[in-house]
Nanobody
Framework: QAQLVESGGGLVQAGGSLRLSCANPRRTASNNGMGWFRQAPGRDREFVSSISWNGGDTLYADSVKSRFTISRDRAKNILYLQMNNLKPEDTAVYYC?????????????????WGQGTQVTVSS
């Protein structure tokens, strides 16, 4: 399994921005699709965004489309999630994950490696 380490979470006011990073220092997910999921207290883990192995294809949940941007730096083996115009309902633990294939996918069951998560809290 890929080793994934998230960073960049924190507390921000509504309307603010954060950029999450997910490092893959052992380069074990270089040829895999990757994604971001989030889990709020008392709720299931939900899909946020995903990206194909080469960054050519991306998918977004409707709730974050036009506000969040996923990208990856293959040279540095880092996955990013730029989050703009944050809302209180974006508050959750955010997880990065690597999928078993190379494409951008939404299904949680397609992701087999997970990071430890980073907390994002948006105050109103």
């Amino acid at each position: 399994q890929a080793q994934l380490v998230e960073s960049g979470g924190g507390l921000v006011q509504a309307g603010g921005s954060l950029r999450l990073s997910c490092a893959n220092p052992r380069r074990t997910a270089s040829n895999n699709g990757m994604g971001w999921f989030r889990q709020a207290p008392g709720r299931d883990r939900e899909f946020v965004s995903s990206i194909s192995w080469n960054g050519g294809d991306t998918l977004y949940a409707d709730s974050v489309k036009s506000r969040f941007t996923i990208s990856r730096d293959r040279a540095k083996n880092i996955l990013y999630l730029q989050m703009n115009n944050l809302k209180p309902e974006d508050t959750a633990v955010y997880y990065c994950a690597a999928s078993i294939g190379s494409r951008a996918v939404r299904q949680r069951t397609s992701f087999t490696s997970w990071g430890q998560g980073t907390q994002v809290t948006v105050s109103s």
